[in-house]
């Protein structure tokens, strides 16, 4: 408090205060001392009085003289502070009383003793009157205590108050002159102080505002004299410091316009330099573009006819050279995208994607892929997902593939034998984000200290010698690293020589809405599945992915006792109907495999057989013939593929392919645009083998005549061309589109550029979708899938089985799929249930009519929004018809007529349906 006061007011407050403290203290003290004395006086006033006034009246009140006793007590009343007096005889009855009626309580008898009681207004004293009273009036005392009467006094504390009043009222007049005293003379001392400090803080701000020749007078005190001299001599130091100081910036004044000449030479072959540095970046993009475009063209022919001559009749040794081909090409791809991801790295034109992904289907994927070159050296490759770990993810699934490809590989690759594990836990998580720990783990070389220092330095590789592994570019972990750490996460490793090392990536992303399962599970839930596996990590691997699909799992260390458990099993209620074998061929030969499944068979237990990829080709040829090709599976297992694969097992027989209705379709026409011959052959054959109608041209101009004379489902533009290239050539198709009322046709570019932006020039300039070289068959069937709607005719009875549509083997409603969909509780699948037929009527006739209307916009709308109410029930065949005439109505495609009739009667089933159960 004393801080926000200034020096006149502190000078005060500590001259005042202990100054009013004192007095109020002393002038309480002596008041309460004179009030207590007046009062011990007025006691004993008071007890003379009795004391005297009892002979006095003893013989009255001995011989009954009443007027004598009133006589006495009224000269009582004259004496001070005396307000009333009583005679009692001995049994305390009044016999004579002056004054007013008393107000005090009586106080207790003593028949030998006064006492008294005190109030604050009054003081009651009882006095008893004895026999020896009676001699002390006759001058003969002597010891006769009989007793006689009582005498009553009361005092009054009037007069002592105030008395007490005028008292203190002295003391608070003689307190408040001291003090105002006290506060001149302190105000006198303050201004002494606070006056020459003034001048001070006025001389000091003048000298802050330049004026160096303020000097300060004698400030009236030895102290204060000393202070002003030491301003007057910081005044005339500043004063020459300034002069000083002016004097160096004259001179560095000069000296700066004498260099400016050669700063500004230099700042113009700095800019020389940077124009320079600039135009070589752009010189290295282009030079990057060109080079992934040179590349992948030749490099899309190669793969592409090697595919195409893998199929054809050829013998081992031309299959042999086909497939070194092949590899040679995916390796010399792989590098090619190594430079390339390093190089918009540097350049910081790498864009992640930020989409939902499954992060147990993206592990088993990288895993799948890796799993021969594994499996060629006799490693053991493992998935453990921990089962707190969120799967349903949004981030880059490819670019976190990529970083876990690689680390698999290099752990493979540095591994000769033992196990290579990749684990995926939750370090952290909250309702919107999981803080995810993924690692990958070998047995293999291990890394040194110093293999660590350089490990994560481009072009560098942890084994240098003349006699090392194939290592790559060296690029891999740089990568790694930098995708990492531009999601947010981090990446590192430790290691041991000699007994491997453990790659770890620690990575925080958002969480994405649990997708529907795309297969039902309820077949399966509560199934006993016995379980064969010697390694034992891959053991725990596999029975967790076997749990997750609901079933009761009992795991075993030999076929022995398998069977044993299978055939025991056999007559129970719930017998072990389905056995899961990983086997290799140094545990159990394939012959002796094929007479231990027969036997399985006999009990009623099917078998799943999972073995390495190099041993997958014997065990097919000694399974049973009863075994389909799904039943032998390679090692790593995939979850997804498991449960289906169970499914197709264990739930009753539906109708079989060859049954199913397909719906007549036509082929795709398709035309192709590219101006490399090879490419362009290699395009023709593969969508021509497919079932495709293809027309093939190999400029832009012979492209936009195509499409002015010939209708076409889809145009694949080839997007660097001579003359007209793919841009210039879709803009034309899109203008001629225009003019001539045409509905836009879907326009794909095949493009082997590379560049982050490339995706995002090819959709401005009226592209609808792209595809990188070199191009597979599954992608150019999905893309047709997706911008038309026509399946190619190789892959329409998969895409029909995926799909299932309404005249299918789809139910019409599924109780056990609408009671998982609520989540095991069946009063809220009734209500969804409910709600849904509640409504089915009001959506078939809106339907209806936005069609009459041929409001697209608004039939969508209203498809969309049943589409979304079919997913919380269990009505498979609506939900389906819905999914398929949403598609086809954003694509206006010409069969969004016939899908919406489709839609139609599935609406009309289910309230047949629902009216009957």
Same mark, same amino acid.
């Given at each position: ?5 200034g ?6 407050? =500590? ?10 203290a002393?002038?309480?003290y002596?008041?309460?001392m004179? =009030?207590?004395?007046?009062r011990h ?8 009085i ?8 003893a013989p009255a009140?001995?011989q ?12 009582v ?18 016999q004579?009383h ?9 106080p207790?008898?003593d028949p030998?003793a006064l ?15 004895l026999?020896k009273?009676?001699n002390?009036a006759?001058?003969?005392p002597?010891?006769?205590l009989?007793?006689? !009467? /009582? ?9 002592? +108050? &105030?008395? !007490?009043y005028r008292s ?8 408040g ?6 506060a ?8 002494a ?8 803080k ?5 000298l802050?505002?330049?004026?160096l020749?303020t000097r300060l ?8 004299d ?7 001599r ?15 910036i ?11 000449e050669?700063?500004e030479i230099?700042?113009?072959e &700095?800019?020389?330099?940077r124009k320079?540095a ?15 475009h ?8 190669i793969?592409?006819?090697t595919h ?6 050829l013998?081992?040794r031309?299959?042999?050279? #086909?497939?070194?081909i092949?590899k ?8 090619i995208n190594?430079?390339l991801d390093f190089?918009k ?8 994607d ?13 895993? %799948?892929?890796?799993?021969p070159?594994?499996h ?7 998935s =453990?997902?921990?089962?707190d %770990?969120p799967l349903s993810?949004?981030?880059?699934p ?8 690689n680390l698999?590989?290099?752990a493979?690759k ?5 196990t ?10 909250r309702?919107?984000?999981a803080?995810?720990?993924i690692?990958v783990q ?10 660590l220092r350089?490990?994560?330095q ?6 240098n010698s003349?006699?090392?592994q194939?290592?790559?570019? !060296?690029? !891999?972990?740089?990568?790694s ?5 531009q999601?947010g996460?981090e ?6 020589p000699e007994?491997?090392?453990?790659f770890?990536?620690?990575l925080?992303?958002?969480k994405a ?5 795309d297969?039902?599970r ?9 379980? #064969?596996e010697q390694?034992?990590?891959?053991r ?7 749990e997750?699909?609901g079933?009761?799992?009992l795991?075993?260390?030999s +076929?022995?006792?398998?069977q044993?458990?299978?055939?025991e ?10 056995a ?18 027969w036997?399985?068979?006999?009990l ?8 390495p990829?190099?041993e997958?080709?014997?065990y ?28 197709? &097992? ?5 109708t079989m392919?060859?049954n199913?209705a ?7 026409r398709?035309?192709?645009v590219?101006d490399?011959?090879?490419n362009?052959?290699?395009l023709?054959t593969?969508?021509t083998?497919?079932g ?5 041209v190999s ?7 195509a ?7 889809l ?7 001579p003359g007209?290239d793919?841009?210039?050539?879709t803009?034309?198709?899109?203008? /001629? ?8 046709m879907p326009?794909?570019?095949? %493009?082997?550029? @590379?560049?982050s932006?490339e995706?995002?020039?090819l ?7 792209y ?9 150019l ?5 997706? /911008?038309?709607?026509?399946?190619? @005719?190789?892959?329409?009875? @998969?895409a ?7 005249e299918?083997n ?7 799929e609408?009671?998982?969909l609520?989540?095991g ?5 009734a ?13 078939r ?7 009459l ?14 589409h ?12 389906a ?6 598609t ?21 089933r ?5 009216r009957?159960?």
């Open positions: 408090m004393l801080k926000d006061l020096i006149k007011s502190r000078v005060l407050v =500590l001259i005042l205060l202990p100054s009013t403290v004192l007095a109020v002393l002038g309480i002596f008041t309460w004179q =009030l207590s004395e007046m006086q007025l006691d004993a006033r008071g007890q003379l009795a004391e005297q006034l009892a002979p006095l009246a009140m001995a009954g003289y009443g007027k004598r006793l009133q006589r006495i007590l009224n000269q009343l004259d004496q001070p502070d005396v307000r009333a007096v009583s005679i009692l005889d001995a049994e305390r009855n009044l004579a002056a004054g007013p009626n008393m107000i005090t309580p009586s207790p008898t030998e006492t008294q009681v005190s109030s604050v207004d009054t003081t009651r004293i009882l006095l008893p009157v026999g009273h009676l002390l006759e001058d003969n002597d010891n006769d009989r007793l006689i !009467g /009582w005498l009553e006094l009361e005092l009054s504390h009037q007069g002592t +108050l &105030l008395r !007490g203190l009222f002295a003391s608070l007049l003689l307190i002159a001291g003090l105002i005293i006290t001149l003379l302190a105000l006198r001392m303050s201004t102080i606070s006056k020459p400090l003034h001048r001070v006025v001389a000091v701000a003048q802050k505002d330049g004026h020749e007078p004698a400030l009236g005190s030895h102290e204060m000393e202070v002003a001299a030491g301003i007057n910081m005044a005339e130091a500043l004063l020459a410091a300034r002069e000083e100081l002016q004097q160096s004259d001179q560095a004044t000069e000296d700066v316009q004498q260099n400016l050669t700063i230099q700042n113009i &700095l800019d020389l330099a320079e600039l135009e070589a970046s752009r010189i290295k993009s282009e030079f990057l573009a060109n080079m992934s040179e590349i992948r063209t030749p490099l899309n022919g793969l592409g006819f195409l001559l893998q199929k054809s009749d013998t081992p031309q299959q042999d050279y #086909l497939s070194t092949e040679s090409a995916d390796s010399l791809l792989g590098i190594e430079i190089s790295i540097e350049a910081g034109k790498l864009v992640l930020n989409i939902p992904f499954n992060l147990r289907d993206l592990i088993e994927d990288t895993l %799948t892929i890796l799993g070159a594994a060629q050296k006799h490693l053991e490759l493992v =453990l997902v921990y089962r %770990t993810l949004v981030g880059d490819l670019r976190l593939k990529q970083v876990l490809t698999v590989s290099n493979i540095f591994t000769n034998e033992g290579v594990i990749v684990r995926a836990m939750v370090e952290d998580e309702s919107d984000r803080q995810l720990r690692s070998d047995t293999g070389i291990g890394l040194t200290d110093q293999d350089a490990l994560f481009a072009f560098s590789q942890a084994d003349l006699s090392r194939p290592g790559g570019t !060296g690029l !891999g972990l740089v990568i690293k930098r995708l990492i750490e999601m996460g990446i590192g490793v430790d290691s041991i007994e491997g090392s453990e770890w990536i620690s925080s992303l958002p809405r649990d997708d529907i399962e297969l039902p309820a077949a399966l839930l509560g199934r006993k599945v016995g379980l #064969l390694h034992p990590l891959t725990q691997a596999l029975q967790h992915q076997l997750s699909c079933m009761e799992v795991p075993f260390d +076929l022995d006792q398998l044993a458990a299978v055939f099993a056999h007559t129970s209620d719930k017998p072990i109907e389905v899961v074998l990983g086997v290799t061929h140094r545990e159990i030969a394939p012959q002796q495999l094929c007479l231990r499944l036997e399985f068979e006999g009623g237990c099917k078998c799943i057989v999972l073995c990829t190099s997958q080709a014997q097919h040829e000694a399974l049973p013939e009863s075994h389909t090709h799904a039943q032998l599976q390679s090692k790593p297992a995939c979850t997804r593929k498991l449960q289906r694969v169970l499914l197709d &097992l264990l739930r009753p027989p539906q392919i060859e199913i397909v719906p007549e379709t036509r082929p795709p398709v035309l192709c590219d490399n011959p090879a362009l052959l290699l023709e593969l969508l083998d497919m495709g109608e293809v027309e093939a400029s832009g101009a012979e492209a936009l005549e499409v002015k004379h010939k209708p076409f489902d145009v694949f533009m080839d997007v660097q061309m007209m793919g841009r210039q050539t803009e034309a198709i899109r203008r /001629w589109e225009d003019d001539s009322a045409q509905p836009p326009i794909v570019a095949l %493009t082997a550029h @590379a560049l932006n995706k995002r020039s959709l401005q300039s009226g592209l609808d979708d595809l990188t070289k070199p191009i597979s068959e599954r992608q069937a999905q893309v047709i899938l997706k /911008w038309t709607g026509l399946p190619l @005719a190789r892959s329409f009875v @998969a029909s089985l995926e799909t299932q549509t309404p299918n789809l139910k019409v409603l599924d109780a056990e609408g009671l998982r609520a989540a509780k069946a009063d809220l699948a209500d969804m249930l409910s709600m849904l037929l509640a409504s089915l009527e009001d959506d006739q809106v339907i209806r009519e936005t069609r209307a041929n409001d697209r916009q608004a039939t969508i709308d209203r498809v969309h929004r049943l979304g109410a079919t997913r919380y029930c269990g009505v498979p065949q609506l939900r018809a819905c999914e398929r005439s949403e086809l109505l954003k694509q206006n495609h010409p069969s969004a007529a016939q899908a919406l009739d489709e839609l139609d009667s599935a609406i009309e289910l309230e047949i349906e629902a009957v159960v």
